[in-house]
C-alpha cells in the first residue's frame, strides 16, 4: 500500500468541549496515518499536538494556530518523530506562553528546515525579548540537522526595554552558529513609553523574507 503523500485541512469550528479540540470521528474521516505532508488551520496548540501524535510517518507539517494556551506537553517530549524534517509554525494571536512552543520545537530532533511566525509577550520576570543568544539555546542547539531557520518574531515586554538597542541585537546573531546557517536578520524596535504600561516591541527576522502576511 501506498503511504498519502499530502493533505490540507481547515479546521476553525471545531468542538471546545473535546481536550484537543478535535474528536476521533473528525480525525478518522478526514486523515490517515499515512499522511506524510499536512497543512492545517487549527484553533489551539493542543490541536497541533493531537496531529504530532497521531500521524507518526509525518514529515512536512505546516500548521496556522489560532493561539497557544499554558499546558502541559510533557506527555509528547519523549516521543521519537524520526520522520518529521520540516516544521512551519504561524500564531495569530499573541501568546504569553512562548515556552510551550519552544519545548515542543526543541523536541523535534530530525527537523532539517524551522519556520516561526509568532508574535509573544514576555512576562517582567524574564529577559525582555528573544534574540539570538534565546533563540540558540532554545532551538537550533538542540536540532543537530538543521539546516535552515526561517522566522519573524514580534515581542513585547514592559521590562527595561529603554536599555536595548537593534546593533546589540544584531550582535547576538554574530556567533558561530548562526555563521553556519548563513542567517540574516533585521530588527527593529518601537517604544510606547505613553501607553498606560510602558511597552517595548521588537521585532526581529531572517532574510530572504520567507512568510506571506498579505
Request: overall charge positive; glycine content about 0%; aromatic content about 14%.
Amino acid at each position: 500500500m501506498s503511504r498519502m503523500r499530502s493533505s490540507s485541512m481547515r479546521l476553525r469550528n471545531v468542538s471546545k468541549d473535546s481536550k484537543y479540540s478535535l474528536s476521533n470521528s473528525i480525525l478518522h474521516a478526514q486523515i490517515s496515518s499515512l499522511i506524510i505532508t499536512l497543512r492545517l488551520q487549527v484553533q489551539t496548540f493542543n490541536d497541533c499536538l493531537f496531529f504530532l501524535e497521531k500521524l507518526p510517518l509525518l514529515e512536512s507539517f505546516v500548521v496556522e494556530c489560532c493561539r497557544v494556551e499554558s499546558s502541559s506537553i510533557s506527555s509528547y517530549l519523549d516521543k521519537v518523530r524520526e520522520h518529521l524534517k520540516r516544521f512551519s509554525s504561524s500564531l495569530i494571536e499573541i501568546t504569553k506562553c512562548y515556552r510551550t512552543i519552544a519545548q515542543l520545537v526543541a523536541s523535534l530532533h530530525s527537523l532539517e528546515y524551522l519556520l516561526l511566525d509568532i508574535e509573544c509577550f514576555r512576562l517582567p520576570r524574564f529577559y525582555p525579548f528573544l534574540d539570538g543568544i534565546s533563540f540558540e539555546d532554545d532551538f537550533p542547539s538542540r536540532l543537530p540537522n538543521l539546516k535552515k531557520f526561517s522566522f519573524h518574531v514580534t515581542t513585547w515586554s514592559q521590562n527595561n526595554y529603554n536599555q536595548l538597542s537593534t546593533d546589540f541585537i544584531m550582535q547576538t546573531f554574530q556567533r558561530r552558529y548562526w555563521q553556519l546557517l548563513k542567517t540574516i536578520v533585521h530588527c527593529s524596535i518601537h517604544y510606547f513609553p505613553n501607553h498606560e504600561r510602558p511597552l517595548g516591541k521588537r521585532e526581529i527576522y531572517s532574510l530572504p523574507y520567507a512568510f506571506d502576511r498579505s
